[in-house]
């Protein structure tokens, strides 16, 4: 019988104890390692899915050819620092995608970074927008301002919105107007939105329903003259409008730069060297609305999408060039 001394003894423990903290390989404590910067794309771009017809990457340029399609990233990221330079011609139109999770459907699976010579109409189309959801500071929406004395209500003035003013008075935007035009229809003038390349008349017609009474609607336009008040409230439509002293986008032909964080809810986006968006997604909890009160294309609240996916860099039938395109992963 052998007997082990009580200095064997404690010298088995600690090994057992030391073998029952160790971390397996998995488990890995990642922690403390430094995010290291990388090429998002290989050099032959065998790590991408894409179309050789559409796409060239030659010493480090990314340049499109012709509408192929998009190019994707076959490896997924979650959280990250994405920097990149970008340039395009006239009235390009592009974008950065990230976090999709079906580039099949991209559309309403991403979260896209507009890249845009200024932008496409849409109330978050402007370059530098995260397209649908928020705009940068150089860009101001459209605006319905409603005025009762020194009070001041300001909404967006997008269809479907609506505000609560004094007294339980409910102020709801019907119907905005890029040229309105009346028709006359069984001794009615009916408001309507004419068709036209050149022709421009902004209005919105609005609704404003008292607690107690009928409610009362009007055509507003930009120009205040224009605009009799709607019982005791006074009232102004805003256009959106950019604005030239905050803009830090560099002209067509010019290199800009990105650079592009995700970090779980977080999002933000800098254009050469300035923050332009800084948004929480867990704050875009409603379908098809933001925060902010305008809408959004998505099916699902914004909070609920993925928060890991392709990045892809878009084709939009324009010339745009991408170089120096590097990622950081953050997990």
């Avoid at 030391?18 to 403390?32: G, H, I, R």
């Avoid at 370059?127 to 150089?138: D, F, R």
């Avoid at 309507?192 to 336009?221: D, M, Q």
Wanted: charged share 20%; net charge negative.
């Amino acid at each position: 019988m052998i007997r082990s001394t009580p200095l064997i003894c404690v010298g088995l423990i600690l090994s057992g104890l030391m073998l029952s903290c160790a971390k397996k390989p998995d488990e890995a404590d990642t922690s403390s390692v430094d995010p290291v910067p990388r090429d998002l794309l290989a050099a032959d771009l065998s790590n991408c899915t894409y179309s050789p017809e559409g796409w060239t990457y030659e010493g480090g340029v990314l340049a499109w050819q012709a509408s192929k399609g998009d190019v994707w990233t076959k490896a997924q990221y979650g959280d990250f620092i994405l920097e990149l330079d970008w340039k395009i011609v006239a009235e390009c139109n592009s974008g950065i995608l990230i976090r999709c999770s079906d580039p099949e459907d991209w559309f309403y699976t991403a979260l896209e970074v507009q890249i845009h010579e200024t932008g496409d109409g849409s109330a978050h189309g402007q370059c530098g927008a995260i397209y649908s959801l928020a705009s940068p500071p150089y860009f101001e929406n459209a605006k319905l301002v409603v005025a009762r004395g020194e009070q001041e209500w300001i909404l967006p003035a997008v269809k479907g919105q609506r505000a609560t003013l004094a007294e339980e008075t409910v102020v709801t935007v019907q119907k905005v107007f890029t040229n309105l035009r009346m028709l006359e229809r069984d001794g009615k003038s009916l408001p309507y939105n004419a068709r036209s390349e050149t022709a421009s008349n902004p209005a919105v017609l609005v609704n404003i329903k008292p607690s107690r009474g009928e409610p009362l609607s009007t055509i507003v336009y930009p120009d205040s003259a224009k605009n009799e008040p709607l019982g005791d409230y006074a009232l102004q439509y805003r256009l959106a409008h950019w604005l030239p002293d905050r803009d830090v986008r560099h002209p067509v032909g010019q290199w800009n730069h990105f650079k592009i964080t995700a970090q779980g809810p977080i999002l933000q986006v800098e254009l050469n060297d300035t923050l332009i968006i800084d948004i929480d997604l867990d704050q875009y909890s409603e379908i098809q609305k933001n925060p902010q009160g305008t809408f959004n294309k998505y099916q699902i609240p914004v909070k609920e999408m993925a928060r890991r996916g392709h990045i892809g860099l878009q084709d939009h039938g324009h010339a745009v060039w991408f170089k120096d395109i590097r990622i950081t992963p953050l997990d």
